[in-house]
């Protein structure tokens, strides 16, 4: 499966303490949630241990919201 992942998206997410890799292990390893509009929906934790936006999180949840569009 090909994962195309729009620039503005991948902008947010990077904004948002994302990255690219962790969104297509998400999209590949994650859990399911539920999602609205007709999009799969995928979440995962990963270890954090940092600061971000002047508090500490042991943990960070992804959540990954996509479509899949047949050829």
């Known amino acids: 499966m090909e994962?195309?992942?729009?620039?503005h998206t991948l902008?947010?997410?990077?904004?948002r303490g994302s990255n690219e890799k962790e969104i297509i292990d998400v999209i590949h390893t994650g859990i399911d949630i539920p999602a609205k509009y007709g999009r799969i929906?995928?979440?995962?934790?990963?270890?954090?241990?940092?600061?971000?936006?002047?508090?500490?999180?042991?943990?960070k949840r992804v959540e990954v919201?996509?479509?899949?569009?047949m050829r």
């Open 41 to 59: 929906g995928k979440a995962k934790v990963y270890d954090f241990k940092q600061n971000r936006l002047n508090k500490y999180y042991e943990q």
């Open 3 to 7: 994962i195309q992942i729009d620039p």
């Open 11 to 15: 902008e947010q997410a990077e904004e």
């Open 65 to 69: 919201f996509y479509t899949i569009k």
